[in-house]
């Protein structure tokens, strides 16, 4: 009986690791995990599916990469974790998380730090860019490609937020960051870690009250249902990231190494073009939801981000450095 499990063990592995109608001298196949947290039409999913695409086919099949959408292969701080070990392939993530192992990450993501999009993707698609997506591979990662999030904005089940002053006491939901906590906390909210999947049951029962997000995230997860107030601060642009695990790539041929980096990159303006015209489509559903969203006054705009100076005067002197980098970006 052993032996019969045994056998039935090793046919199990190499069919897996030849491709479907292949002679058994065939190169072997290399098949390769992404996990994802968002649903299969999301955006960023899509995204993925394109790089996946594009390096089958300039791999003659040779590497496949599968995507896991929907959190199969758990939560987002998990993924990560076993993506710097090795037992996940590639991810697709927010840069958020990631500053707990590059904390010049925390630079890419202060509060109204771009002048707008634009500002946003000359910085990531030049040099600045570059050195961030190199910066991970002391902490096991490979920085591939920049994806669009949009930008975030506030929402909660309480009330309209049209000052700072409206934001206090309120518990909102954040990253598991350090500086999306500061930020927070900054307005006089109370910033509250959680797991993305657990964010609508956390509204509908009342354990939070508001959380902060783009658009689509928004719609996609029907947070809209149970925190009908969304405000147009636009806070933060926090782009998503692509990154792959150096253990794992390592183990690949320059060449291969080269056409995955190449691939994450041609699957940018894809992604990009998705996510404008979900953006719209999401923003279009929420209207017709009947939910309030308020668009902040000038004055109003002004004093958020005059409520951020404090976490501006307390970065470390590199982090100061690479902000100020960043926005003579022209």
């Not at 999306?180 to 354990?207: D, H, I, K, N, R």
Request: aromatic share 10%; glycine share 6%; net charge neutral.
């Amino acid at each position: 009986m052993k032996k019969w499990m045994y056998v039935f063990a090793v046919l199990a592995v190499v069919t897996m690791v030849l491709p479907l109608g292949s002679p058994a001298s065939a190169a072997p196949q290399t098949i390769l995990r992404l996990g994802e947290t968002h649903v299969a039409d999301y955006p960023t999913t899509k995204g993925d599916m394109e790089f996946a695409r594009l390096v089958e086919e300039r791999t003659g099949g040779r590497i496949k990469i599968e995507v896991f959408h929907s959190k199969q292969l758990g939560e987002e701080k998990a993924v990560i974790e076993g993506v710097q070990f090795g037992a996940i392939d590639f991810t697709r993530v927010s840069i958020s998380p990631l500053a707990a192992f590059a904390p010049m990450f925390d630079a890419l993501q202060m509060p109204y730090l771009y002048r707008g999009e634009e500002h946003m993707w000359k910085v990531l698609n030049g040099e600045i860019g570059e050195s961030f997506l190199k910066s991970l591979e002391p902490a096991n990662f490979v920085g591939l490609c920049w994806y669009d999030s949009g930008a975030r904005n506030f929402y909660n089940s309480k009330k309209e937020i049209k000052t700072v002053a409206d934001l206090k006491g309120l518990k909102i939901r954040v990253q598991e960051s350090k500086l999306m906590m500061g930020l927070v906390s900054s307005l006089g909210a109370v910033p509250t870690p959680m797991p993305f999947g657990e964010v609508y049951s956390a509204l509908q029962t009342g354990v939070i009250e508001g959380a902060e997000n783009n658009w689509p995230s928004y719609f996609s997860t029907s947070h809209y249902e149970v925190a009908k107030f969304f405000t147009l601060d636009g806070h933060t642009r926090v782009p998503e990231i692509l990154i792959a695990s150096k253990i794992v790539m390592d183990k690949l041929s320059k060449e291969d190494q080269e056409i995955i980096k190449k691939a994450a990159k041609d699957s940018m303006p894809y992604q990009i073009k998705l996510w404008k015209e979900f953006e719209k489509v999401a923003e279009e559903k929420v209207r017709a939801k009947g939910c309030v969203i308020t668009a902040l006054t000038p004055e109003a705009q002004a004093d958020f981000q005059k409520a951020m100076q404090p976490m501006y005067d307390q970065l470390k002197p590199e982090l100061k450095e690479m902000v100020k980098k960043i926005q003579d970006v022209k």
